[in-house]
């Protein structure tokens, strides 16, 4: 079955970095493009990257725009966000995602805070 597998969260100092990452199984990796949203408490979901089925297409919220980079290995079925100048409204659960008719597909999530 499909299945999105998220690691890489935890507690970092404002200005750190941390670098998630999702493991997909189940489906043809290579043939979907990935996201990763977020989700703070009280708050909607949002979209932070996206990222083409090649890796070349690559968008951000503008939020993250010079500070998060998003990539792919299609040999190793993940996609990874690299995050940098993390600031504490960056805190939230970071969610892996991609859309499989009739619906999207989500991950378990993997926490990330950001406090000193």
């Known amino acids: 079955q499909v299945q999105l597998v998220e690691s890489g969260g935890g507690l970092v100092q404002p200005g750190g970095s941390l670098r998630l990452s999702c493991t997909a199984s189940?489906?043809?990796?290579?043939?979907?493009?990935m996201s990763w949203y977020r989700q703070a408490p009280g708050q909607e979901r949002e979209l932070v990257a996206l990222i083409g089925t090649t890796g070349t297409i690559k968008s951000y919220a503008d939020a993250v725009k010079g500070r998060f980079t998003i990539s792919r290995d299609n040999a190793k079925n993940t996609v990874y966000l690299q995050m940098t100048s993390l600031k504490p409204e960056d805190t939230a659960m970071y969610l892996c995602?991609?859309?499989?008719?009739?619906?999207?597909?989500w991950g378990q999530g993997t926490q990330v805070t950001v406090s000193s």
């Open positions: 189940g489906f043809a990796f290579g043939g979907y493009a």
């Open positions: 995602s991609f859309y499989m008719t009739p619906n999207r597909r």
